[in-house]
Nanobody, 127 residues
Framework: QVQLVESGGGSVQAGGSLRLSCVAS????????MGWFRQIPGKEREFVAA??????????YYTDDVTGRFTISRDNGKNTVYLQMSSVKPEDTAVYYC??????????????????WGQGTQVTVSS
């Protein structure tokens, strides 16, 4: 099993930047494909970004809303995955979750393929 702990959330003004971190413990992060999701009250959890292990290395994927503004990366030596958020907008306000998928599913945007989740970190963007 792997345990995930997010950090780095907080309040930021529109146009600013924030970096979220997700530290894994229990098993090496390199064994997993990782995703970031977000959720606001009353809505379903929404895919944000994923970094997926393939035979040729890591591939990154983003939802259209954040393409060009957010960057997902990983540091296997630190057992950490990051979400660099830039040019944030009020509509980015949500609780952000990281998740781990041990089977490297091609359905990386579906929450159902992820086996492990962190507790979430709140991001609030003010206009």
């Amino acid at each position: 099993q792997v345990q995930l702990v997010e950090s780095g959330g907080g309040s930021v003004q529109a146009g600013g930047s924030l970096r979220l971190s997700c530290v894994a413990s229990g098993r090496p992060l390199r064994q997993y494909s990782m995703g970031w999701f977000r959720q606001i009250p009353g809505k379903e959890r929404e895919f944000v970004a994923a970094i997926r292990r393939t035979w040729s290395g890591d591939s990154s994927y983003y939802t259209d809303d954040v393409t060009g503004r957010f960057t997902i990366s990983r540091d296997n030596g630190k057992n950490t995955v990051y979400l660099q958020m830039s040019s944030v907008k009020p509509e980015d306000t949500a609780v952000y979750y990281c998740a781990a998928d041990g089977y490297h599913s091609a359905s990386y945007s579906s929450p159902r393929v992820y086996d492990y989740w962190g507790q979430g970190t709140q991001v609030t963007v003010s206009s």
